[in-house]
């Protein structure tokens, strides 16, 4: 991995991303993880949605949408 950045996204929730650039060998890469407590408070469809929410704010941010 190259960077990896921790986001609060709600309380007790978590999220880390983590990326990964091109390298001629291998693809650029981004891949998100909750950390174990997330089975705590959001169940799986939950989940789904705030990923996907996040997932699409960050593109809007960057522009490129």
Known sequence: ADTAVRLNLLPFIPMTIV???????????????????????????????????TVTRLIQSTGDI
């Open 19 to 53: 990326l990964s650039v091109d390298d001629g060998e291998f693809p650029a890469d981004a891949r998100l993880f909750y950390d174990e407590t997330v089975e705590n408070y959001l169940d799986a469809e939950q989940t789904y949605f705030l990923t996907s929410l």
